[in-house]
């Protein structure tokens, strides 16, 4: 059973830094793309960054400069270090992850979400 375990979100200020890590873990027999994703009250799911196998990266006009995508390809993890957080970067985040499991079915994952909130 894959699972994608997040951990790092919290409560802020503005202009502070945050650090995200999701884990995967389960019959993994390959990982494709990593990302994130966030969804604040009342708006629709965005993609905030994503980062390919090779270490391709995609960002969000709205995070460019700020936010910084990795991957641990030995460890099956993505980290999102964020900072100069502003009040508008809040929201759930949420880890996906394109995963081949052990039965070599391939889908997306997600993790159960962390909560990053800046106050002003």
């Known amino acids: 059973q894959v699972q994608l375990v997040e951990s790092g979100g919290g409560m802020v200020q503005a202009g502070g830094s945050l650090r995200l890590s999701c884990a995967a873990s389960?019959?993994?027999?390959?990982?494709?793309?990593m990302g994130w994703y966030r969804q604040a009250p009342g708006k629709q799911r965005e993609l905030v960054a994503s980062i390919t196998t090779g270490g391709r990266r995609n960002y969000r006009d709205s995070v460019k400069g700020r936010f910084t995508i990795s991957r641990d390809n030995a460890k099956n993890t993505v980290y999102l270090q964020m900072n100069s957080l502003k009040p508008e970067d809040t929201a759930v985040y949420y880890c996906?992850?394109?995963?081949?499991?052990?039965?070599?079915?391939?889908?997306?994952?997600w993790g159960q979400g962390t909560q990053v909130t800046v106050s002003s």
């Open positions: 389960g019959n993994i027999v390959s990982i494709n793309n």
């Open positions: 996906n992850a394109g995963i081949m499991a052990a039965d070599y079915t391939f889908r997306d994952y």
